[in-house]
């Protein structure tokens, strides 16, 4: 009885396995998947009958699939594979090992079986103080955090500093109104004007500055206070990080509630003055914002913010959208134009941002007698031309497409070449039905997602022209005739 057949049987089997979605052109993260959904399912019948030392299942096939992982990932042999295993509310895969995997299987086999006196003489005696297989995986991620935590060095910088960042528990602003993204603003904020203005006095509610209610009182507290000791002047700011559709109405909710806070101020000081730091959740800053400007013009005298800022008073109407280095600008005249260009590149060369001028675009619309027309602006950005739209064709900002009659054509032609290209690449790989739905599912679906989204496209358009392409794949996969219904599928 010592179990040769099923080692023989689990390692040809798990190494063929993996070497069939090695060989998949997909990205690493499916090949895990079917590594999760595929491989440890087929091998779970011998994990489970076979009385197999664990030392063995770790030291053969978890290697094996290690070697694996590390190659799909193109992780060092020096690099650990601790966070893969992780949890993802722990920033990991949610990926277990074939040892994990075994484990459960013991303990799922001995409740079943109702034999706990024939545990006793078993090898696989080790595994009866488990009650439920869920503690397998609880008890294993638990060494997990807690070698990365405490053995770990370098390896495990980042993920401890994402730990250290990310959490709830470890935000020193523990009250339930602030947001993870509104911390992280303030403090590189007061962390950055701190570093460049050192005769000014900086209150903020974040670790490592006192709080501003020394300066306020606990009634109202703004995020940050500074205090200019030689002008007996104060500057009480407020950010505030919401959705772009709330800006303007959040700047009027914090003006009127720290009006009375500058009034009482303004007994104790020369100069009191309230500033207001609105922005959207992708990075979009609102008008209500140019008194920001004005202070680090006048207070931060850096070389940088020397040449940060503009006016607005030229500009009507005017719209600059930026998110990460993506940019869009928006005026109602060409000249307007070119004068928001100039300070966008200036802004660029404050932030060290190279703006490749090949891969910007301009989109001019103008009104021709009584209705509108697409024209081919002039418009320069580091005195190189910027290349125009021509007339008919259209451009993308953020993956949605724009053309003067906002058809949405790009957009459908796009989806459909994608889906037949998805679907027939995965009609080809030499896989059951039921996992080449799931590469559907899973990963086709989340490719449109986007199109779907961001284009107005009628549901009637996509119900004849991708459902009946999707459903062509999956009556050939499984051998549905035409006769026959695939409402089942769906369920």
């Known amino acids: 009885m010592d179990n040769s057949d099923h080692k023989r049987l689990l390692f040809e089997e798990t190494e063929e396995i993996l070497g069939k979605i090695d060989r998949l052109a997909l990205h690493p993260k499916f090949k895990l ?26 030291h053969t096939l978890d290697m094996m699939c290690h070697n694996k992982f590390r190659e799909w990932l193109e992780i060092p042999p020096c690099g650990t594979l601790d ?123 974040v670790e490592g500055f006192e709080n501003p209610s020394v300066v306020t009182g606990f009634d109202d507290r703004p995020d940050m206070i500074i205090e200019n000791y030689t002008n007996r002047a104060i500057y009480a700011i407020e950010l505030t990080v919401g959705f772009e559709t709330n800006i303007t109405k959040n700047c009027i909710r914090k003006t009127t509630r720290y009006r009375n806070l500058c009034n009482a101020l303004k007994q104790r000081y020369n100069t009191v003055e309230y500033l207001n730091l609105s922005m959207g959740a992708i990075g979009v800053i609102g008008i209500e914002c140019k008194k920001i400007y004005g202070f680090l013009e006048n207070h931060i005298k850096a070389e940088k913010y020397r040449q940060f800022g503009f006016s607005l008073q030229l500009l009507n109407p005017i719209h600059w959208f930026q998110f990460a280095d993506d940019a869009a600008v928006i005026t109602g005249q060409e000249s307007e134009n070119q004068h928001l260009l100039n300070r966008f590149s200036i802004w660029c060369q404050w932030s060290n941002m190279v703006v490749r001028v090949d891969k910007c675009s301009t989109f001019g619309i103008k009104k021709v007698l009584s209705k509108s027309a697409q024209y081919l602006p002039k418009l ?57 739905i799931l590469l559907y599912s899973r990963y086709v679906l989340s490719k449109l997602s986007w199109h779907f989204t961001v284009a107005t496209i009628s549901k009637t358009w996509v119900v004849e022209n991708i459902d009946s392409l999707v459903n062509k794949y999956i009556r050939k996969w499984l051998e549905v005739p035409i006769s026959g219904t695939l409402s089942n599928v769906n369920f």
């Not at 949405?408 to 059951?432: A, G, Q, R, T, Y």
């Open 380 to 436: 320069l950005i580091n005195k190189d031309l910027i290349p125009t739209i021509k007339t008919g064709e259209s451009f993308e900002y953020l993956g949605r497409h724009f053309d003067f009659n906002m058809t949405n054509e790009k957009h459908k032609s796009e989806v459909i070449s994608l889906i037949d290209e998805l679907m027939s690449e995965i009609d080809l790989k030499p896989l059951h039905p039921k996992n080449k």
């Open 83 to 205: 966070i893969l295993l992780l949890a993802k509310s722990k920033f990991g895969l949610n990926i277990i090992d074939i040892s994990a995997k075994f484990t459960q299987c013991q303990v799922i086999l001995y409740p079943g079986s109702r034999v706990y006196q024939a545990s006793s003489t078993n090898t696989n005696v080790q595994y009866d103080h488990y009650l439920k297989p869920k503690e397998v995986i609880q008890e294993i991620r638990a060494e997990k955090v807690a070698n990365i935590t405490y053995n770990l060095t370098s390896q495990s910088l980042i993920i401890k500093s994402l730990w250290n960042e990310a959490f709830p528990e470890m935000i020193h602003l523990d009250e339930g109104r602030y947001t993870w993204r509104h911390n992280s603003i303030l403090k590189h904020l007061v962390e950055y004007l701190s570093s460049v203005k050192k005769d000014l006095r900086f209150y903020a509610d």
């Open 33 to 58: 998947q079917l590594y999760m959904k595929y491989l440890l399912p087929k091998i779970s019948w011998h994990l489970t009958i076979a009385d197999i030392d664990k030392t063995w299942v770790r």
